[in-house]
Nanobody, 118 residues
Framework: QVQLVESGGGLVQAGGSLRLSCAAS????????MAWYRQAPGKQRELVAV???????NYADSVKGRFTISRDITKNTVYLQMHSLKPEDTAVYYC????????????WGQGTQVTVSS
């Protein structure tokens, strides 16, 4: 089992920055990739950014050039640095961890609210 706890959300004006953190605990040795998803009211959850165990990254087109995902293996923590925030970035942001299992398991954090005011 893997437990994920997000932090760092809040209210920020458009153009501002925030950094989200996600601390993993439990069977962290089993974690392969980690990712950030978000879900805005009335919309489906969408992938924002993902980072592999080898630190390969991928981003949604809507955040490329503004968001950066990084990972500190020693602290079992993944970060999402967000710059130039827009009102459309407002959502609950969820941390996700996928495991190395043959049939990968997915674990989710409880989510952290990010609100960008115009």
């Amino acid at each position: 089992q893997v437990q994920l706890v997000e932090s760092g959300g809040g209210l920020v004006q458009a153009g501002g920055s925030l950094r989200l953190s996600c601390a993993a605990s439990g069977s962290t040795f089993s974690i392969n990739s980690m990712a950030w998803y978000r879900q805005a009211p009335g919309k489906q959850r969408e992938l924002v950014a993902v980072i592999s165990s080898r630190s390969n990254t991928n981003y949604a087109d809507s955040v490329k050039g503004r968001f950066t995902i990084s990972r500190d293996i020693t602290k079992n923590t993944v970060y999402l640095q967000m710059h130039s925030l827009k009102p459309e970035d407002t959502a609950v942001y969820y941390c996700n961890a996928g495991t190395f299992d043959l049939v990968p398991k997915n674990y989710w954090g409880q989510g952290t609210q990010v609100t960008v005011s115009s």
